[in-house]
Each structure stands twice: as structure tokens, then as C-alpha cells.
């Protein structure tokens, strides 16, 4: 039976943004036909979490020293070191207990480095009990210009707090645009026991062709030999078959 407890809970506490959604398989209808209908495992990454959007239009310019910024609605540009989202720390005090006033997270920071920025996306998220979540950008979508994502991995079911994102701008003297219908990055699952060191450090290598077994040629044979035997190598025959092992499920 499945696990009563979602496997991520939002709460999208700034007002009027878009809210997370399901990654699409398609990502986005930007996949190759051929990918999107044979290559299973290309649509099953792309699907794989929810898709995370800014809580507000802005734009970065980086000049190579300062950053300054400018949102939807705004009458000019800013110097950047920590800024809100306009109108929400009085929003959050109001609606927050009193030892949690005046604690707002904010929107966007510039970050000591050069060019490195901490975007917030309006979200708290909670995982399951046991699992993470990787922030990570969005899967198998065309990088939008002028920043790049970093990753991480946040234990989300025991620390409750704002879902961010760390940032590279990548160009300078040039707006660097955030737009609010947009995805910036993608959050998935990760069960803990997955990024276990002594897991990770246990990997065997067998070195050389003698060091397969039966069982690989065999399993080499009928995923690879099989299929091509008289010039035959039916499109989507992997993809097939693991939508047949879904279903079954």
C-alpha cells in the first residue's frame, strides 16, 4: 500500500504567483517527438518532481561588481543586498505568532561571491518522513540565458522553511530576465538512504569482458542482441515494455 504522507507538501505563502506544478514528460512539448514517443527514459526524467516558478516577474543586471534588480511593477532599478517581496513582511507579521515576527524570508539576496544570488520562491515545503528534496534545474528544458542553477539537497522533513534556490549570473551588463510564468527550477524526490556514504562508496568495477557472468550475457542478449536479430529493432520496444510493467503494477 502506498505511503499515506505525500511525498512533498507546498505552502505557497506569497500572493499571486504561480503555484508548483507536476513536471510534464513532455518537458514542456520542447522533447523531440521521436524522444517523447520511444525513449522512455528521457520522458521519465523529465516528469520526475514538480516544477517551480518565481513568485514575481524581476530582472538582475550584474555589472561585474554590483547587482541591481527590478521587479514587475517597480519605478526603477535598486541596489541589491536583501531585498523582500514588496508588501510581505507586513503580511507575514500580521498573520505570524509573536516570537516569529519580523522573521520574514526574503525574496532575493546578492551573495558574497561575485555574481551569486539566492532566489526565494515563495514556497515552504515539507517532505516525506525519509526522504529529501534535490533542487536542481529543470529537466530536459532549454536553459533560460544568464544565470545557471546550483543544486542541492535539503533534508526537508526536518528542516521547515523557505524552498530557495542558489544562482550564478553568467553575463554581465545585461538585464537578466526572471519571468514569472517560467519554471526556475525543479524539486525531486530523493528517498535519504539514496545519498547514504557507505552506499555511495560501495560500488564494485569489474574490469574486462571476463569478469561478466552468465546472467549479463544473458540479460546483454535480450535487451540488446534480441531485438536486432534479422535486421529488426522495433522502435519504443524498451518504452513498451516498461509502461507494460507500470500498468501491471
Known amino acids: 500500500m502506498p505511503d499515506a504522507e505525500p511525498l512533498i507538501r507546498f505552502h505557497q505563502v506569497t500572493p499571486g504567483g504561480r503555484a508548483p506544478q507536476r513536471a510534464d514528460r513532455a518537458a514542456g512539448g520542447t522533447l523531440p517527438t521521436r524522444a517523447f514517443r520511444y525513449c522512455e527514459s528521457a520522458t521519465t526524467a523529465s516528469g520526475f518532481g514538480w516544477l517551480v516558478f518565481p513568485?514575481?516577474?524581476?530582472?538582475?543586471?550584474?555589472?561585474?561588481?554590483?547587482?541591481?534588480?527590478s521587479w514587475d511593477g517597480a519605478e526603477g532599478w535598486y541596489p541589491l543586498s536583501v531585498a523582500q517581496f514588496p508588501g510581505f513582511?507586513?503580511?507575514?507579521?500580521?498573520?505570524?505568532?509573536?516570537?516569529?515576527?519580523?522573521?520574514?524570508?526574503?525574496?532575493?539576496?546578492a551573495l558574497p561571491e561575485p555574481g551569486l544570488v539566492n532566489l526565494w520562491s515563495g514556497?515552504?515545503?515539507?517532505?516525506?518522513?525519509?526522504?529529501?528534496?534535490?533542487?536542481?534545474?529543470?529537466?530536459?528544458?532549454?536553459?533560460?540565458?544568464?544565470?545557471?542553477?546550483?543544486?542541492?539537497?535539503?533534508?526537508?522533513?526536518r528542516w521547515f522553511g523557505p524552498l530557495f534556490v542558489n544562482l550564478r549570473l553568467t553575463r554581465t551588463h545585461a538585464p537578466v530576465r526572471f519571468d514569472a510564468g517560467l519554471p526556475i527550477f525543479q524539486v525531486q524526490p530523493i528517498p535519504r538512504a539514496a545519498y547514504d556514504e557507505?552506499?555511495?562508496?560501495?560500488?564494485?568495477?569489474?574490469?574486462?569482458?571476463?569478469?561478466?557472468?552468465?546472467a549479463d550475457w544473458a540479460?546483454?542478449?535480450?535487451?540488446?542482441?534480441?531485438?536486432?536479430?534479422?535486421?529488426q529493432c522495433p522502435l519504443g520496444r524498451n518504452a513498451a515494455e516498461v509502461r507494460r510493467r507500470r500498468r501491471a503494477a
Request: proline content about 12%; aromatic content about 10%; overall charge negative.
Open 55 to 69: 513568485p514575481i516577474g524581476l530582472t538582475l543586471v550584474w555589472d561585474g561588481s554590483e547587482i541591481h534588480w
Open 89 to 109: 513582511r507586513e503580511q507575514f507579521d500580521a498573520a505570524a505568532p509573536e516570537g516569529v515576527r519580523g522573521f520574514s524570508p526574503p525574496l532575493v539576496g
Open 123 to 157: 514556497l515552504f515545503a515539507r517532505s516525506r518522513p525519509g526522504w529529501s528534496l534535490l533542487v536542481r534545474p529543470p529537466v530536459n528544458l532549454p536553459r533560460q540565458p544568464g544565470f545557471e542553477v546550483y543544486e542541492g539537497l535539503v533534508e526537508a522533513d
Open 198 to 214: 557507505a552506499a555511495l562508496n560501495a560500488f564494485p568495477v569489474a574490469a574486462g569482458l571476463d569478469a561478466m557472468a552468465p
Open 219 to 231: 540479460d546483454y542478449e535480450r535487451s540488446v542482441v534480441a531485438p536486432r536479430r534479422g535486421g
